[in-house]
């Protein structure tokens, strides 16, 4: 008897704390923290936001970290990274040190605890082009044999951060649209069905941006962070739960713009670490903590509950962020938080899979 008890304890256990809820669920990943990008360790984030200091130090871009986030990821309910990616002027993206933890995660014998994506960071200075076009498309479809490359509808996902800066490049919403016909044509030569293309939208109000997007050819909206919508106009400092608010408004409003939505829930922003010498004058929220996560998190995961219809068949929820430490939203364990963030996000996890 003692001995089946102790077994039922190890097999619960375990199966709350590696258990998947039917969302699929990533976290964008930002590579600033590779050592070469030495612009994104700041003084200011070194020296007075010692809680955002990874458990490991401020590079974490090596082989054994990554093994050990994706380990991290995977026990806490995250099924996939979406990984910033950038295309430089002058050089091929494989050189790119903000592209290195993504070759990591490609590299790593653990990579088939998780799926990944990509996020392409088409603002200044990565601007996607009609000059560069043949050259990204070509290094996107790469990415896309990868076996462990996240699929929606049986096609790759690929998501913009930005439109506004792809209609500018190309002239006209047709212009865009025949590349991206061009495009879907590679991948299926290449043996795909197509490409599920997502984009960030800015302005969920904004109803000539979205009628654009889906003219240009783009299936899916969704967001990076939507802080602009929670931070009050008036004050400098807004209590956290004004975001966990203001974000069902948000899908509320993007939902009816598209045929498919993937929902972001913005954990939190605090931007001051990047902008020296006006700190204290930055538009930011308080409260960010393992409670403020699992609020977040639960929040729309109970949201997605009851608007199954607008969301892609695999119910694609997106996190903001993983390791955003410059811009104060990250769930990566800290020398002074230690691994709450991870924990509320579990908690979160665990009340949808109890409903």
Not at 82 to 111: G, H, V
Not at 212 to 218: C, D, E, I, L, V
Not at 295 to 322: D, F, G, P
Request: aromatic fraction near 12%.
């Amino acid at each position: 008897m003692k001995f089946l008890i102790i077994i039922s304890i190890i097999f619960c256990s375990t199966a709350l704390y590696a258990q998947k809820s039917p969302v699929t669920l990533g976290a964008y990943y930002f590579d600033g923290w590779n050592g070469k990008s030495t612009n994104m360790v700041t003084d200011s984030l070194k020296v007075r936001y010692l809680e955002r200091e990874p458990k490991w130090g401020w590079i974490t871009s090596t082989a054994s970290i990554m093994d050990q986030q994706i380990q991290l990821a995977d026990r806490n309910g995250i099924d996939f990274f979406s990984f910033c990616w950038y295309l430089p002027r002058e050089k091929s993206a494989d050189d790119e040190p903000l592209n290195n933890a993504l070759a990591l995660f490609m590299k790593s014998q653990l990579k088939s605890k998780m799926k990944f994506s990509i996020l392409v960071a088409n603002h200044p200075p990565y601007l996607i082009t009609p000059k560069n076009w043949n050259t990204a498309t070509a290094e996107w479809i790469r990415l896309f044999k990868n076996k462990r490359y996240l699929q929606t509808n049986q096609k790759p996902l690929l998501t913009f951060f930005t439109f506004g800066t792809l209609l500018q490049e190309f002239g006209s919403v047709k212009a865009l649209a025949d590349s991206i016909t061009n495009f879907r044509a590679k991948a299926k030569a290449a043996g795909f069905a197509g490409i599920s293309l997502a984009v960030n939208l800015s302005d969920p109000n904004d109803n000539v941006l979205s009628a654009n997007a889906k003219a240009a050819g783009f299936d899916i909206f969704t967001g990076y962070n939507y802080h602009d919508s929670g931070l009050k106009t008036n004050d400098t400092i807004t209590p956290i739960t004004a975001m966990i608010d203001a974000e069902h408004k948000v899908w509320d409003l993007t939902k009816v713009k598209t045929n498919q939505f993937i929902p972001v829930t913005t954990l939190n922003w605090d931007p001051r670490p990047w902008r020296p010498g006006n700190e204290n004058k930055i538009k930011r929220f308080t409260g960010f903590s393992g409670h403020s996560v699992e609020m977040s998190v639960s929040a729309m995961l109970s949201w997605m509950s009851v608007n199954q219809t607008y969301l892609t068949k695999e119910r694609i929820a997106l996190i903001y962020a993983w390791n955003e430490y410059g811009e104060g939203g990250w769930l990566t364990p800290s020398k002074l938080f230690g691994n709450q963030l991870l924990e509320g996000l579990r908690k979160a996890k665990q009340k949808i899979q109890t409903k």
